[in-house]
C-alpha cells in the first residue's frame, strides 16, 4: 500500500514482489500478516521476540521474515536472532526519573513520524526534541511542517525545535498549539526549557539528521 512503491518502484522492478502487513493494518493482498502480542510478533503459528520498540521496526522483522522465508532460513532459527544497533537509533535511556528515546543518529521525514508515533505510545508525560531534517530539497519546508502538526495531533505535553532557519520557524508556527514549545538554534539551548518543563516519570524523544548533532544535549539534561 506504499505510493512510493506502488508508483516509482513498480515501474522498473521486474521480480518477484512480497507485501507484508500487521494484522490491524489496512487489509491488502499480502504474502505475510503479523500480529502484535506484547513483547512478541506472531506469524502463522510461530513466535518471534521483538526486541526493538515501535510498529515500524515490527514491520522491518517481517520484511526480514518473509526474506528468511525465501532463503530457507527457519523460523525457528530466527527466534535465538540477537539485534544490535549503532548509538543514537533505537536507544532507550534512564537519566534518573527521566526517559529518553535516543534517536540521534539521523532523521527523514518517514522516520520521525515513526519515532513521534513511539513516543505517543509511552505512558506518562511526553515531550519531543526535534531538529531539522537536511537535504529534503525545494519540499523541506511542507515536510518539516508535516511533522509539526503530526506533533500537534498526538497531543504531545512539549516540543523544542532546534533549528535557526525557515524550517523551524514554520514547524513552531503549525505546533503554536501545544502546552510548551520552544524554538532554539543549538542543541545546547534546548537544555534551559526542558529543565523548567520535565519532571520525573516522562519520556523525553530525541529526533535530529546527524549533521545537527542533537546528542550534544544528553549530558546537559535535568537527572529527575
Known sequence: GDPLLESALSAVWSGRVLRVRLADDPEVESDLVGDINGDQLLIDADCLPLQLEGRHNVRNLLLAVAVAD????????????????????????QQGGLTLLDETYNASPEAVLAALELLAAQP???????????????????LHQEV?????????????????????????????????????????????????????????????????????????????
Not at 520557524?169 to 524554538?183: G, I, Y
Request: charged share 20%; no cysteine; net charge positive.
Open 124 to 142: 506518562g508525560r511526553r515531550f519531543a526534541v526535534l531538529g531539522t531534517m537536511l537535504e529534503l530539497g525545494d519540499r523541506s519546508l511542507e
Open 70 to 93: 525465501q532463503l530457507g532460513v527457519s523460523r525457528r532459527a530466527l527466534q535465538a536472532m540477537q539485534v544490535t544497533v549503532p548509538g543514537g537509533r533505537n536507544r532507550r535511556l
Open 148 to 224: 509539526a502538526a503530526r506533533a500537534v495531533q498526538l497531543g504531545l505535553d512539549g516540543l523544542v525545535l532546534v533549528d535557526s532557519g525557515a524550517e523551524g520557524k514554520a514547524m513552531a508556527e503549525v505546533a503554536a498549539s501545544l502546552p510548551h514549545l520552544q524554538l532554539v538554534s543549538n542543541p545546547e539551548d534546548a537544555a534551559a526549557p526542558l529543565a523548567a518543563w520535565l519532571n520525573s516519570g516522562d519520556v523525553l524523544l530525541l529526533k535530529a539528521s546527524r549533521g545537527v548533532a542533537l546528542e550534544r544535549l544528553i549530558p546537559l539534561l535535568p537527572r529527575l
